[in-house]
């Protein structure tokens, strides 16, 4: 790949505005490690920049203020929010020494100055940083910066040749990014889909392939699903959530062929969504021994389980560890769910037998993906320990010989988790 690093003389005290760039932080290595990192990998689930475009910023960043930012926030996106630092020997410091550099160069900006949708690019990076880090409040807060300056319109006066190409992924990116935010932390959506809604691309580049299987996935978690789910809405039926599983099935295909990057965040984001769905019929009181759809069954989370399972067995790690914190989230969710189901399960039923495996493998499967996925093990495994030896304590003993965990006490890792807690603290602050 052609280096997107040119060399320039230094940024006058004119450009800086004010701001004092750290010296050696954004240096040409890094960056051009990262934007080969990201291209090849995420460039089909993150359609926020193009390479060209990209280049076009690098190559004005010593002169132009916003464009260092926007490279700053990109490396820091890159570093916190995927697998880069296991393939790059990254600090993880150096994320975070990045993301300060970042938001202290933006506040130096005006976002209606400059090209709008440089700012709706930085606003997502950020947001992007944020969900890395675990900083929840500040994830929605840049979040919903960027979908507001969508929303104003600004985009229509635009003509600038390095984003009228994604201008349309860019309103799905955001769509995706909002919604699945919205459902994990319970916050209102502004995007919707209408007649105006630009098009999805049409092309056989696997790619785009996957990204509009993502946009499907998602299409009708709109604002009527997630004022239900808010529990701002009470008005739903059993046929609306059939209605919903099946679409969720339906938006990738079973036998579709992607690279593993891509599958990886659909499958698991697939898998996800049924539980979100299930847990939704739980709480409308639509379960039932006689249930008129396989979703509205109590053991229905063993089903999922089972297919998030075999889904992520066939993928290999560094294509799950480039999603980063949010994959393992959905992941952790899943088995949480799971959790609660085999706590009425018999010990039959949770036992894998000569031909089949069953709940328990499942479970244990999920454990040693968020222990091995980076960020999991020190964010996520103290939570599902914890409640694994809450809720079925037979299984601690075998998922910690399984982890390699038998010396240690899964009591003391969480923290300050306590029982009651356990899923509040999945969704309001991990």
Not at 20 to 44: H, I, K, N
Not at 296 to 310: H, K, S, V, W
Not at 345 to 353: E, I
């Amino acid at each position: 790949m052609k280096s997107p690093i040119q060399e320039t003389s230094p940024p006058s005290e004119a450009v800086r505005n004010g701001f004092e760039r750290t010296e050696g932080l954004v240096d040409p290595s890094l960056v051009q490690g990262c934007a080969e990192y990201f291209f090849a990998r995420m460039a089909g689930t993150v359609p926020i920049l193009s390479l060209g475009g990209f280049q076009r910023q690098v190559e004005s960043m010593n002169q132009c203020l916003h464009a260092y930012c926007l490279v700053t926030a990109f490396c820091a996106f890159v570093v916190t929010q995927t697998g880069y630092p296991s393939h790059h020997q990254a600090e993880p410091s150096v994320g975070l020494a990045l993301l300060e550099e970042a938001t202290v160069a933006r506040r130096q900006l005006d976002p209606f100055s400059e090209s709008v949708r440089r700012s709706i690019t930085i606003a997502f990076l950020l947001y992007g940083c944020h969900i890395g880090q675990g900083h929840q409040r500040r994830a929605y807060y840049y979040l919903r910066e960027a979908t507001t300056l969508y929303t104003a319109g600004m985009l229509d006066e635009e003509h600038d040749q390095d984003w009228s190409a994604s201008h349309d992924q860019l309103f799905w990116l955001l769509l995706i990014s909002e919604r699945a935010h919205a459902i994990r932390r319970r916050r209102p959506i502004t995007l919707q889909i209408g007649p105006s809604s630009p098009p999805l691309a049409d092309s056989l580049d696997p790619f785009t392939i996957g990204f509009n299987c993502l946009v499907k996935l998602y299409r009708l978690f709109d604002k009527s699903f997630l004022d239900l789910w808010n529990g701002t809405q009470t008005t739903w039926s059993r046929e609306a959530l059939i209605h919903l599983e099946e679409h969720v099935q339906r938006a990738v295909p079973v036998d579709i062929q992607l690279p593993d990057i891509l599958l990886a965040d659909l499958l698991v984001s697939q898998q996800w969504l049924r539980t979100i769905i299930w847990q939704l019929a739980t709480r409308a009181g639509f379960l039932s021994t006689t249930p008129i759809h396989p979703c509205l069954e109590f053991r229905y989370p063993l089903q999922i389980a089972r297919d998030l399972a075999m889904a992520t067995w066939k993928l290999s790690m560094g294509s799950m560890e480039t999603h980063g914190v949010g994959l393992i989230e959905k992941i952790f969710e899943v088995a949480c769910t799971l959790t609660d189901v085999m706590v009425c399960v018999s010990t039959t039923g949770l036992q894998s037998s000569a031909f089949e495996l069953g709940p328990q493998d499942y479970l244990k499967h999920f454990c040693f993906l968020i222990a091995t996925l980076p960020g999991g093990r020190s964010r996520f495994l103290p939570l599902l320990l914890t409640k694994i030896e809450q809720t079925t304590p037979a299984m601690l003993e075998p998922v910690q010989m399984h982890l390699n965990l038998s010396e240690e006490n899964p009591s003391d890792l969480p923290g300050e988790a306590k029982s009651h807690e356990i899923h509040l603290q999945c969704r309001e602050e991990v």
